[in-house]
């Protein structure tokens, strides 16, 4: 079964950092684009990072650009969203999505608060 599984989310002050995780099982993510979203209710969920087949390129939102990173573990099947610099308008679900299978994981909370 296809599954992708988020964790690493919590509550951090501003300025802080976090790093997201998505575990892959069921296939292998390497070949297959991988992205993150995020979603603070009532906005839309927001395409926030990127990245390409065997994480050739990345690409990222304006709004997190400079300070959060997507990178890949191809040996642990795993994506992962690092966040630097945390400002309280991160504060979302974020959840991790594969285009090509159509799959979506539960989402971890982020809360940016002093």
């Known amino acids: 079964q296809v599954q992708v599984v988020e964790s690493g989310g919590g509550l951090v002050q501003p300025g802080g950092s976090l790093r997201l995780s998505c575990a892959a099982s069921?296939?292998?993510?390497?070949?297959?684009?991988m992205n993150w979203y995020r979603q603070a209710p009532p906005k839309e969920r927001e395409l926030v990072a990127v990245?390409?087949?065997?994480?050739?390129?990345?690409s990222y939102a304006d709004s997190v650009k400079g300070r959060f990173t997507i990178s890949r573990d191809n040996a642990k099947n795993t994506v992962y969203l690092q966040m630097n610099n945390l400002k309280p308008e991160d504060t979302a679900v974020y959840y991790c999505?594969?285009?090509?299978?159509?799959?979506w994981g539960q989402g971890t909370q982020v809360t940016v608060s002093s």
């Open positions: 990245t390409t087949p065997w994480g050739r390129s990345t």
């Open positions: 999505y594969v285009p090509m299978l159509s799959s």
């Open positions: 069921g296939f292998t993510a390497a070949p297959y684009a």
